[in-house]
């Protein structure tokens, strides 16, 4: 149950801020082994990708919580690449709506 709302959570922010990249068609969420799974569909492109954030941290500091991104998988193996080379050891601020949920 939790992981599911974390999911739909997760793919409304994901939608809303990343918006001209494409759609979110799908969102799972794993918390015990730490990972984020996507199935999107860009712009541009004519079938749905996957990505997964293979392995993320929570980090709390004081009343904020943020998300850290370690490492990522996708079925685009250019886009693991540029992901991995600019997201991965950055950190996000987790909205306090969806911050609850942890």
Request: aromatic residues 0%; proline residues 0%; neutral net charge.
């Given at each position: 149950m939790k992981e599911g709302a974390l999911a739909v959570?997760?793919?409304a922010y994901v939608n809303d801020r990343f918006k001209e990249y494409g759609e979110v068609l799908d969102c799972q969420v794993d918390t015990k082994e730490n990972r984020l799974t996507f199935r999107v569909m860009l712009r541009g492109?004519?079938?749905p990708a996957s990505?997964?954030?293979d392995r993320y941290e929570i980090e709390n500091e004081g009343d904020d919580v943020y998300l850290k991104l370690r490492s990522f998988s996708t079925s685009r193996e250019w886009i693991t690449l540029?992901?991995?080379q600019l997201l991965a050891g950055k950190r996000f601020k987790i909205p306090s709506k969806v911050a609850g949920l942890l």
């Open positions: 959570a997760l793919r492109e004519k079938e990505a997964s954030i540029l992901l991995n």
